[in-house]
């Protein structure tokens, strides 16, 4: 799959499919690779590119909310991880979090309980261009934590992370991270709990905000549209 992008329109194709559009039929030939150039039957150009994380967050289709950009930094920042590491992400959702991870090298065993949600996932994965490196598994991960082995990292984005959290000495090789993404001051703070009651380390919870600024004609000021905060993160070291 790559990304056709033409005067701020993008549109997600693979090789040999078509797409009818005002602009007239696009034929995507077999050879296509990025960096070309190609033309609808009307001569109207598009430009073709690989895709990178921000246009998986933009393209992929939905279903759980998808983590942000911002956020998935922030987790990416904080725990370190990279290629090699052994991560289980919860639940997969859209599976946004976990194709960035995937995308930097990290092997990623992620939990989806909808099994509707998990098939699209596993099509995102392949559009991502990583499912050598992801298993999407269908089920509650809660009920197989007892036979999971060890993990570098644990990613979480559900209800029930605090119940995952009291596991996670269990769950992760000594030094390894936890970090979960939570939308509410509440559950955010029942995690802070499980890790304190776990006996985690270096627990460390933050707000996501982030402020786009504009620059026009009449001066420079952070933007006034739209929310600057998305939720909060939590940080815990085994
Ligand atoms: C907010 S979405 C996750 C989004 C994901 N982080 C992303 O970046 O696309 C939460 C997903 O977790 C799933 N879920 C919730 N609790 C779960 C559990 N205990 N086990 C497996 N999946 C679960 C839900 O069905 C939902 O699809």
């Given amino acids: ?3 056709f992008v033409r005067d701020g329109r993008e549109y997600l194709l693979a090789p040999g499919e078509t797409l009818e559009s005002d602009l007239g039929i696009l034929e995507v030939p077999e050879d296509v690779a990025p960096g070309d150039t190609v033309e609808t039957h009307l001569g109207e150009a598009f430009e073709v590119r690989d895709l990178r994380g921000p246009d998986l967050f933009a ?5 759980g909310a998808p983590m942000m950009p911002r956020d998935i930094g922030l987790v990416m920042g904080h725990t370190g991880a990279c290629g ?3 991560v289980l992400d919860a639940g997969t959702g859209t599976g946004v979090l976990t194709a960035y991870l995937a995308r930097a090298g990290a092997d990623v065993v992620t939990y989806e309980r909808n099994p509707e949600f998990a098939e699209v996932a596993r099509s995102n994965v392949e559009i991502a261009g990583v499912p050598d ?10 009920d197989d934590l007892d036979d999971l082995g060890t993990f570098d990292l644990l990613t979480l984005d559900t209800e029930d992370a605090p119940r995952i959290v009291s596991r996670a000495r269990d769950l992760l090789v000594s030094g390894g991270y936890v970090a979960a993404y939570v939308p509410f001051v509440e559950g955010t703070r029942a995690v802070v709990e499980a890790a304190r009651e776990a006996g985690l ?11 786009e600024m504009d620059f026009d004609a009449r001066g420079s000021r952070p933007s006034t549209a739209g929310v600057g905060h998305t939720g909060y993160l939590v940080f815990a070291r085994a």
């Fill in 133 to 142: 490196r992801v298993e999407v598994r269908v089920g509650d991960v809660v």
């Fill in 1 to 3: 799959m790559y990304l």
């Fill in 84 to 86: 090699g590491d052994r």
């Fill in 201 to 211: 380390d270096e627990i460390e919870t933050y707000e996501t905000l982030q402020r």
């Fill in 59 to 63: 393209h992929f289709e939905r279903t």
